[in-house]
């Protein structure tokens, strides 16, 4: 069984960037609260 991509609005997006921005929360944090991945390739 797959899971569906979750889907964020443009002003959730900004939101959760600002909390990185403004409250120093770890992307690590946010990605783990949110359920993303960070995606970074080499």
Do not use: W
């Not at 964020?8 to 992307?27: D, G, S, W």
Request: charge should be negative; include cysteine.
């Amino acid at each position: 069984m797959t899971e569906k991509r979750k889907h964020y609005t443009a002003e959730q997006k900004i939101t959760i960037f600002q909390r990185h921005l403004v409250e120093n929360t770890p992307v690590s944090d946010l990605c783990d609260e949110y359920g993303l991945s960070i995606g970074i390739e080499n």
